[in-house]
């Protein structure tokens, strides 16, 4: 089983609609993070947290809030899809200070 | 100017070539480095960390020079599977337990 889950991994929705994107992780890992990628612009940091009450904005956090329910899950929802939100998503966790991440599958999402 | 920046490529070599990565920070405080590999559309995954001077790890040698701030990632007896995108980052500083990802250069091998 994968170290970090994300569900769904593909997602087709449409403008308007409230879509959550959710993350588990059974590494034991306090700080987890959202990214979207998209072609050319690389990975770009939405959301992070560094423990269950800590929630910090990234670069690009408009449009997006995420919620930490315990130190394995991380959701990020957004409230109002527009199509320019399609982009694949990662979540990702470390387990300190300068420590390297690591990524979930992805989820694929597409917002019509 | 991006805080880290690399080549986009591509680089396209053929088998069994080395095949070197360079990958430039504008942050003088990031104390850790990392590699990483993605294949398309997938996730990215840890190919090395770098902490101090270098790391090597088989056929993959990444070096750090602070003076001019940069990384390098040098790839020896290329395979196709090899055939990627290679994403650099950096940590510590001012980003606070952040990393900041590279656009990532493009490797193509070929036979």
């Known amino acids: 089983d994968a170290d970090v889950t994300q569900t769904p991994r593909n997602r087709i929705t449409k403008t308007g609609k409230r879509i959550m994107l959710e993350c588990s992780q059974t590494?034991?890992?306090?700080?987890m993070y959202w990214y979207r990628q998209d072609p050319g612009l690389g990975l770009r940091l939405i959301y992070y947290s560094f423990d269950v009450k800590d929630i910090n904005k990234g670069e690009i956090s408009d449009g997006y809030s995420v919620s930490r329910q315990a130190q394995a899950k991380f959701s990020l929802s957004l409230e109002s899809a527009i199509p320019n939100q399609t982009a694949l998503y990662f979540c990702?966790?470390?387990?300190?200070?300068?420590?390297?991440?690591?990524f979930g599958d992805g989820t694929r999402l597409s917002i019509l | 100017r991006k805080e880290v920046e690399q080549d986009p490529g591509p680089f396209n070599v053929p088998e069994g070539a080395t095949v070197a990565f360079n990958c430039t920070y504008s942050n003088s405080a990031s104390q850790s480095f990392f590699w990483y590999r993605q294949d398309c559309r997938k996730e990215p995954k840890l190919l090395m960390s770098?902490?101090?001077s270098g790391n090597e790890d088989g056929r993959f040698t990444a070096q750090l020079n602070r003076a001019s701030q940069y990384i390098s990632l040098l790839i020896r007896d290329s395979k196709l599977s090899d055939s990627a995108t290679y994403l650099c980052?950096?940590?510590?500083?001012?980003?606070?337990?952040?990393?900041?990802f590279g656009q990532g250069t493009i490797l193509t091998v070929h036979p």
């Open positions: 980052a950096a940590a510590g500083g001012t980003s606070y337990g952040k990393l900041t």
């Open positions: 770098v902490y101090s």
């Open positions: 590494k034991g890992h306090d700080r």
């Open positions: 990702a966790t470390s387990d300190g200070w300068e420590r390297p991440q690591h």
